[in-house]
């Protein structure tokens, strides 16, 4: 099964595999991709949402410029439009980063950092998606319990003589 997700530019895709699930984040500056085995899956689900505080100071400095810059346009100084649109610029776009880097996000702790998806719902929510991982880990540990009862009773098998 797999599950893709985006925010403006953020990218999340991940898949789950036979022994574990493949995860990769991507945007514009950066790429995080790894694999995650099921025995270092957590059980319990983690929420998170943080907003990186120098981008919200950023957007804040910038909303008091264009507001300074718009109430001197307005009042009718020597402001002129490219002026008052260079501020729009400067605040529209850190904004925007700020946004987008700022998701509620929904996963689970792993031994290897945490399996993150973006909090969404509708054809982009991971729920579905988070349960299956822990299906699939159930049945994993099945399939690996049930190898190592059959490997100690052929032993003890051996053992006892029964086979040759």
Known sequence: MKLSQSRGFLRINAEITSDGVHYRERSVLSSNEFKVPFELIADDRLRTFHVP???????VFFAFALGYRLIRF???????????????VLFVVPTFGTWMNSPPYVGYVTGRGAL??????GPQDPSPFLDEIQRAKAAYFRHQHSGTEEESLNLSDRKSGLLH
């Open 116 to 121: 993150l998806f973006f909090d969404k719902k």
């Open 74 to 88: 307005i009042s009718g100084e020597n402001v002129s439009i490219l002026s008052l649109l260079w501020s729009a």
């Open 53 to 59: 505080q120098l981008y919200l100071f950023i957007s």
